[in-house]
């Protein structure tokens, strides 16, 4: 974010690398535009790309001394066309045939391998089967253990390597794949800060991921991504499990009908905040400005409802990829942030359930500052707990300055909403501790001299730990 005594910025910005913007040049100019989290799609990515974009990110945030967090998004369990020899054109009523990898074709009908041997056997008669997105849709009229005859109901040609969907299939794939858990090894090794993991369908997934990431030794926030209908069917034991979700919206799309998508979105939203869990909106934000300098109207009205529900962050993808405006998308998105934000309710939420005596004295610190007006909350935190419940509880117009002394912790604060993250050394002594960062924040230009600021802290009192709201003056 960006220091300003008149408006600070509470929803973040995601943005993913890709040609348009991974050199150095053009990472220094996002991070300064704002962009909060970067990226990295290992859909298509290799590992020393890995390695030299983490490298060109930290170097450019360093040079422009603001510092960015790094998400790795991995593939998860795809189910994928193989490759033909040229596109196969279809027409409504045609047959078409997909059979696994190991089987040859039967010759009844034009065919095409898919890389998921268990198909024939989660598919049955009747059912919808979607490819390329969701473009092409086919229902199954005839199976054997490894033929599924279809019925094309859409027209379209076929290439390889194209993605199929089974809406209301609940299919059984292991949720990390062998290049998954390669691509997360470079990825610990590099750095990542964040692990977004695909088609999260029921929460064994996330601690399938969580034990694979401890084995690495790495201490990763994991987002979990809500796209399929098991994943929206179990949502709630999901959000528990997972540090974050993201409403990855094109899949999604797909996978349920698509004038459901918002009612989706918005009880996806909700149920993050009653669990305190930050939440992400996906896909198609500003797709428009792939190729044009301006959004349209409606992009403009879909972000505007994201900061309207008080996501905490919204992503940018083919925008900052391949699109011809990268920076251009996030002045967008700031823009209509800056505008929007201040027209949502400051209502806290009420929605989540605060179960410990001193995450029930954050509510207070919040309502305490939203009251005095002009002021912010400061909290010292070595786990980031504090932080993200404060930012869980949505205090409109009130920034959360977020101290901490563990790098990683620093960068893991960059996700949840209105928090703006500190690296400091804390003092043995709390009351330097505390002096050292009102001061930090005076010379960058966080607060004035004068105004109130709630403090959440330690002291001692005769040797014992105890737990502080304090209200202090900047001098």
């Known amino acids: 974010m960006e220091p300003s005594s008149s408006y600070f910025r509470h929803t973040k910005i995601i943005a993913t690398l890709g040609p348009a913007t991974e050199s150095k040049d053009m990472l220094a ?54 490759k033909v020899d040229a ?20 010759g009844d009908a034009p065919a095409v391998s898919v890389n998921y041997p268990g198909l024939p056997g989660d598919l049955a008669v009747g059912t919808v089967v979607l490819i390329d997105s969701g473009l092409i849709r086919m229902r199954v009229i005839d199976k054997d253990d490894a033929h599924v005859l279809c019925e094309v109901l859409t027209p379209g040609a076929i290439g390889s390597k194209r993605h199929i969907n ?94 459901r998508l ?8 909700a149920a993050c905040q009653a669990e305190g869990k930050p939440v992400i909106i996906a896909t198609h934000l500003l ?14 009205s879909d972000v505007s409802n994201a900061i309207r529900e008080q996501a905490d962050a919204v992503m940018l993808s083919g925008e900052t990829t391949v699109g011809a405006y990268p920076l251009e998308s996030v002045q967008v998105m700031k823009n209509i942030i800056e505008s929007i934000e201040p027209s949502v309710s400051g209502a806290l939420n009420r929605t989540i359930v605060l179960k410990e005596p001193k995450s029930k004295m954050l509510r207070s610190a919040a309502v305490l ?60 002594d709390p009351e330097l501790t505390i002096c050292n960062a009102l001061n930090t924040l005076k010379a960058k230009n966080w607060c004035q001299p004068g105004s109130w600021q709630v403090v959440i802290t330690n002291a001692l009192a005769h040797d014992k730990i105890i737990d502080t709201l304090q209200l202090r003056q900047v001098s």
Request: with cysteine; proline share 4%; charged share 25%.
């Open 29 to 82: 100019k996002l991070i300064l535009a704002g962009v909060d989290i970067l990226r990295l799609n290992m859909a298509h990515a290799s590992h020393q790309w890995v390695d030299d974009a983490m490298w060109f990110i930290r170097e450019a945030s360093s040079e422009v001394g603001r510092h960015v967090g790094v998400m790795m998004d991995v593939k998860g369990p795809e189910i994928r066309t193989g």
């Open 87 to 106: 596109p196969i054109e279809l027409k409504v009523g045609d047959r078409f045939e997909l059979h696994i990898e190991s089987a040859e074709p039967t």
């Open 166 to 259: 089974l809406p209301g299939v609940f299919v059984n794939l292991p949720c990390l794949t062998a290049k998954d858990e390669m691509d997360l090894q470079a990825g610990v090794r590099a750095g990542i800060d964040f692990v977004a993991l695909s088609f999260v369908r029921q929460a064994e997934d996330i601690r399938v991921l969580r034990r694979f990431l401890d084995g690495l030794g790495s201490s990763a926030k994991i987002i979990a991504k809500i796209e399929d209908q098991a994943g929206v069917r179990n949502m709630r034991d999901i959000i528990r499990e997972a540090d974050a979700i993201m409403v990855a919206r094109g899949d999604l799309g797909i996978e349920i009908d698509y004038h």
């Open 262 to 269: 918002p009612l989706v979105q918005t009880e996806l939203v």
């Open 287 to 300: 797709e428009t400005m792939i190729s044009s300098p301006m959004p349209t109207r409606a992009e403009i």
């Open 369 to 428: 500052a939203q009251e005095l007006g002009n002021s912010s909350i400061v909290v010292f935190t070595r786990s980031g707990f504090l932080a993200y419940v404060l930012g869980a509880l949505r205090a409109r117009g009130v920034p959360i300055y977020a101290f901490t002394d563990v790098e990683s912790v620093f960068r893991q604060l960059l996700l949840p909403w209105g928090v703006e993250p500190f690296l400091m050394e804390f003092s043995d």
